[in-house]
């Protein structure tokens, strides 16, 4: 009797909790937003999953965590707004478990977004006894309805293991997802909802007919095929075809995610959506730390380029990261963006019309008890002006690449790029020509202006059309100088070269050293899922049976008709980069 009047208190004290919770906080109370993705659909942002921490009737949380978002979040894309102002709109979840570590993917075709993989919270199992695909079909105010959805290849479906973690993206109407990890709470197979299994392979998700299909790529990446917390951004305007590419995350021992190094943005390796196989190619400018738990963002050009952005993260050496690269194509150059930016991971970040860029949520690793530097989690990247504003502009102009990326092309860099392959030069060098607007003067003007052949002038490469006339010592000057400088090109390039040859093997990847180990790695190509047990050689493996204790979701048969407080938004200018020495090469 004593326990139980002791008890009773303590109930109705964690029931007034709950109840004065929120799930969209006031600005005032709100301090952290995390581990949930966003996707647009329809003139609006979703943003589904995580968790968020608040203060409680103006005091600390007595509990000093995160809780469950137990609502689908929207905000307009319709009307300009600020961090403070910014209006959510929630929606039920209805039956939908409750679920972090997870992605959205959204099918502009269809209208309607898809969500499945992810974990439970707070070691909640429910969702992991018979994981589903869910969709969300929205009705224009910003709410919408979630339901279920059945997979066209059951046998397939069934033998699949949920995963958290993946990088994902969606391209053409299918949504990839790659690598991950597995939990007690994102699947029943596992024992621990604390201990992280790494998850090989390649999901790709026909999102028009839901057939599922698990790849095997263990000849892409030996040993593990093990590839945990990267991020990957879908490139379109390359061609006639789209390509998914991976940017950071860590490569793991088969055993757990905590063994693993941080994959190397030196190289960096990409899925032929239309081909079905892995490219790769090396980059130039200073190569980004590793990192994971990062976010990323893509936006295509008028121009002709494309640029994929990328915000903090976390590694083994910086602890929680607050820097920001631009990765542009066709150059592959990474830029650094001198701006100051919160230290922050967990956070989901979303082109949202034009040139901007959203970063919603994410921690740090002060934790979740303390408060977002940014109000209501929200801060918004204009990719032009290379700064950070409080709010959306629904009338901004249409994206041109930053001055700083259209100087690298302006120069000729991306004539003297080295392809990696013949097929990634037939991509990316056989592009309509760039379209960059013309100098005005001053800095990047010379030597980069094309002519009307639209041809670089002044790369310091020899002519191939015959001289006519050479007369006096300043021509003969100019062609002595050109010849020193070919020889250097060719001596640098033969002694980098030889450098990588040196030190990697063909086929292989860089995984930047960590703390944990101070020997090279490989970039993880996902092998099929299931579990992997060493073997002198890689091969591939199956996923686990339904009748070993799994619950067979559906049955093979189906019927026919299955269906950011303030922050100064004035720009910073970006700094200056460096080439730095070429990486080593990937999968061939």
């Not at 905590?258 to 190397?264: A, F, I, T």
């Not at 032009?384 to 009338?395: N, V």
Request: proline fraction near 7%; charge should be negative; hydrophobic fraction near 30%.
């Amino acid at each position: 009797m004593f326990a139980r009047r002791k008890l009773a208190p303590a109930l109705g004290l964690v029931a007034c909790i709950v109840s004065a919770q929120k799930e969209v906080p006031d600005p005032s109370d709100f301090r952290r937003r995390g581990l949930g993705d966003a996707a647009v659909l329809g003139g609006y942002v979703y943003y589904e999953g995580g968790e968020v921490s608040q203060y409680i009737n103006g005091e600390e949380d007595p509990g000093g965590f995160s809780r469950t978002l137990n609502v689908t979040l929207s905000i307009s894309l319709r009307e300009s707004w600020n961090n403070e102002s910014v209006k959510f709109t929630e929606t039920d979840r209805g039956d939908k478990p409750l679920v972090k570590d997870n992605t959205v993917w959204a099918d502009s075709d269809a209208n309607r977004l898809f969500q499945w993989d992810g974990q439970g919270p707070y070691f909640s199992t429910e969702s992991a006894k018979n994981p589903k695909m869910w969709s969300f079909t929205p009705d224009n105010s910003g709410k919408g309805e979630w339901s279920t959805e059945r997979p066209a290849n059951p046998s397939t479906y069934n033998n699949l293991l949920r995963q958290a973690g993946g990088a994902s993206s969606v391209c053409d109407g299918k949504a990839y997802s790659i690598g991950g990890f597995g939990t007690s709470t994102s699947d029943d197979h596992f024992d621990s909802p604390d201990h992280s299994i790494p998850i090989p392979g390649m999901l790709t998700i026909d999102l028009d007919t839901q057939e599922w299909r698990n790849r095997s790529l263990v000849d892409m990446a030996p040993p593990y095929g093990s590839f945990v917390r990267g991020q990957a951004a879908c490139v379109s305007g390359f061609g006639d075809n789209s390509y998914v590419m991976t940017l950071g995350g860590r490569s793991t021992r088969p055993e757990d995610t905590e063994s693993g190094e941080g994959v190397s943005m030196r190289n960096i390796t990409f899925w032929d959506t239309k081909n079905e196989k892995w490219l790769w190619q090396e980059t130039s400018g200073d190569t980004p730390p590793s990192r994971w738990d990062h976010c990323v963002a893509g936006q295509a050009s008028k121009n002709g380029t494309f640029e994929i952005f990328m915000y903090g993260g976390r590694n083994n050496f910086e602890k929680d990261l607050d820097d920001v690269w631009v990765l542009t194509l066709p150059g592959f150059h990474w830029q650094r963006v001198e701006i100051d930016s919160p230290r922050r991971y967990f956070q989901s970040c979303v082109g949202i019309g034009q040139r901007q860029i959203l970063s919603i949520g994410g921690d740090s690793d002060v934790g979740w008890s303390t408060d977002d530097p940014w109000t209501n989690g929200i801060a918004v990247f204009d990719l032009s002006a290379l700064s950070w504003a409080t709010g959306y502009d629904a009338d901004a102009d249409d994206y041109e690449p930053a001055e700083a990326v259209q100087d690298w092309y302006k120069q000729g860099n991306l004539d003297r790029l080295e392809w990696s392959s013949d097929d990634v030069k037939a991509i990316f060098a056989s592009r309509p020509p760039l379209s960059l607007p013309a100098d005005k003067g001053g800095k990047g003007s010379s030597g980069g202006n094309r002519d009307k052949n639209n041809e670089v002038a002044g790369d310091g490469k020899e002519s191939s059309t015959p001289v006519g006339t050479i007369v006096g010592a300043v021509v003969a000057s100019v062609a002595a100088l050109a010849i020193i400088a070919a020889f250097l090109f060719f001596w640098r390039r033969r002694a980098r070269k030889q450098k990588s040859a040196e030190n990697l093997q063909p086929g292989y990847h860089q995984v930047a050293a960590s703390d944990q180990s101070p020997s090279q790695g490989h970039l993880p190509g996902p092998t099929a899922q299931g579990y992997y047990a060493p073997h002198d050689q890689p091969q591939q493996h199956h996923g686990y049976k339904p009748e070993d204790g799994h619950i067979q979701q559906y049955s093979a048969e189906l019927p026919g008709d299955h269906m950011a407080g303030e922050l100064d938004a004035t720009p910073s200018p970006p700094s200056e980069l460096h080439g730095s020495p070429k990486g080593p090469p990937g999968q061939r």
